[in-house]
């Protein structure tokens, strides 16, 4: 058993089995049936262009995730564009998330709390859905959870010249990680409320406040101009009582595990870590969404490191209590996961499911290029839906974009720029046969651009339906011109 492995060995087992072990889970269902949906195709088109491009489209849309593009460019470049070079490197960062976490834990409540926690991160359905994402709030959960591990470290050693390597370290993952979303500066009030709770001394409030505002301050310039293309998030409904639901269960299940951490806690303890971890970023996020709406649980998913945490060190509590009586009781930490995995069986299939996200534009691309013809054309509601032809350009071969007046390359944007509705309307009514990719029934709104507007009211006044396949959220309508 463990309790036989030197201390070296447990210590590298401490975060090399729940690295693994979350590695696993995510290179489980990666290619969920080869698809691929539209705020990963957003980052699927955008990384195939140049650099250049890119960098002048975000002075235009999406400078939120610049850096992230760059990456992911530069990923594409060396492996090829494809749904695992997109996805493994949110897999890679939240097995690193899931190894930060079994340090903390192992560090603050010992090697079974460290090893509960680092296996829990990956089992949590919040991170099993971003855990296959082509998205940066993977990377930055395992920044913030090296940031937190950082942190622990430095306030265990206390203050020393030796010291400023790991702060500087601190500043620059925090940086990284704004870079990344600026939103993840939340972990910093969240790491002064540990700082309060622990009574730090004068000396690490006053470093942590240089390197928390030095972070800061490097990405206000971001923050400043993103601002100027809040309009991105403009569909964000407005918070409302049941949003605080899963808000709320999150935050009862992280007191129960403060809770178990209770009896053993020192000025230094999970509990101190984890529950600000987990608690302030929320608290954080509804805050800032009673001013402009912005509650998506992506934004905070680092948080769930906290939730881990806690969760680890209330397993860690439990192995304690049973020892004295079972000498195996430390089979109870994978008994548990084991057991936890078995509940979750459904959460796990269904997130590697292509159904798991409202879209696949994959899916509609192979229906196009199956019922398109020669001298067919295509149009796009909205025009956002075009991602599925810049994601599987070869599918729209042969076919004519009839509303687009510039490419989203030409223009710096996502979707490019579409003519004004009396263009589109003549350049329909010149047509025999028009393909319509839009979204599923059960999804589908009312257009709401004039220029959508147009292209449904020529449609319907001039074409007849001949084929309609919808597949994966997404829709497919062959129109022909009557008479």
Same mark, same amino acid.
């Given at each position: ?33 080869? =698809? ?25 849309? @999406?400078?939120? +995730? ?28 939240? $097995? ?14 010992? #090697? ?18 971003? !855990? ?13 959870? !090296?940031?937190?591990? *950082? ?36 972990? !910093?009030?969240? +790491?002064?409320?540990? %700082? ?29 101009? =993103?601002?100027?293309?809040? @309009? ?28 178990? @951490? ?34 998506? @649980? ?11 945490? *806690? ?24 008994? /548990? ?43 796009? /509601? ?12 070869? $599918? ?7 509303? *687009?007046?510039? &490419?989203? /390359? ?48 020529? %449609?319907?006044? +001039? #074409? ?12 497919? &309508? ?6």
């Amino acid at each position: 058993m463990l309790c036989h492995i030197s201390a070296a060995r447990r210590g590298r087992l401490v975060w090399l089995v729940p690295f693994l072990w979350t590695l696993a889970l995510g290179l489980w269902g990666l290619s969920r049936q080869d =698809s691929v949906w539209r705020d990963e195709a957003a980052t699927w088109q955008v990384a195939g262009r140049p650099a250049g491009e890119i960098w002048r489209m975000l002075g235009n849309v @999406d400078a939120v +995730h610049g850096l992230y593009y760059l990456l992911m460019h530069g990923l594409f470049e060396v492996f090829g564009a494809s749904t695992t070079t997109l996805r493994l490197p949110s897999v890679l960062a939240v $097995a690193a998330a899931a190894a930060c976490v079994a340090l903390i834990g192992s560090r603050l409540a010992g #090697f079974w709390a460290g090893l509960g926690g680092g296996l829990a991160l990956g089992l949590l359905p919040a991170v099993q859905f971003y !855990l296959q994402e082509g998205r940066p709030y993977a990377l930055v959960a395992a920044g913030a959870g !090296l940031s937190t591990l *950082l942190l622990v470290s430095l306030l265990e050693s206390g203050p020393g010249r030796r010291a400023w390597p790991r702060w500087t370290a601190y500043g620059v993952t925090v940086l990284v990680c704004a870079l990344l979303n600026w939103l993840s500066l939340l972990v !910093l009030p969240a +790491h002064a409320a540990t %700082l309060w709770w622990v009574r730090a001394g004068r000396g690490v409030l006053l470093r942590w406040a240089a390197y928390a505002s030095g972070a800061a301050a490097g990405a206000l310039p971001l923050i400043l101009f =993103s601002r100027g293309q809040s @309009d991105q998030v403009s569909w964000i409904p407005p918070l409302t009582w049941h949003m605080l639901i899963g808000p709320g269960i999150l935050l009862a299940i992280g007191g129960l595990g403060a809770w178990a @951490d209770r009896p053993d806690r020192k000025n230094l303890s999970a509990a101190a870590v984890g529950l600000p971890l987990l608690a302030v970023p929320q608290l954080g996020l509804i805050g800032l969404s009673l001013v402009q709406p912005l509650f998506l @649980d992506r934004y905070v998913l680092f948080s769930m490191a906290g939730l881990a945490l *806690l969760i680890g060190a209330a397993l860690g509590a439990a192995v304690r209590a049973c020892s004295p009586r079972f000498p195996a009781a430390g089979l109870l930490v994978p008994g /548990v996961v084991g057991a936890a995995v078995v509940a979750l069986l459904p959460v796990e299939l269904g997130k590697r499911a292509p159904a798991s996200r409202v879209d696949d534009v994959l899916a509609v691309a192979g229906e196009v290029d199956r019922l398109k013809g020669d001298g067919d054309a295509v149009l796009f /509601v909205p025009a956002a839906r075009r991602d599925t032809a810049l994601v599987s350009p070869g $599918a729209f071969t042969g076919l004519t974009d009839l509303a *687009l007046a510039r &490419t989203p /390359v030409a223009s710096a944007t996502l979707k490019g720029e579409e003519a004004e509705p009396a263009r589109i309307r003549a350049a329909l009514l010149g047509q025999r046969r028009v393909l319509l990719v839009t979204d599923a029934a059960e999804v589908a709104k009312a257009p709401s651009a004039e220029r959508d507007k147009a292209k449904a009211a020529v %449609l319907r006044e +001039h #074409f007849t339906v001949v084929e309609d396949r919808q597949v994966r959220g997404r829709r497919v &309508t062959v129109y022909e011109r009557r008479g």
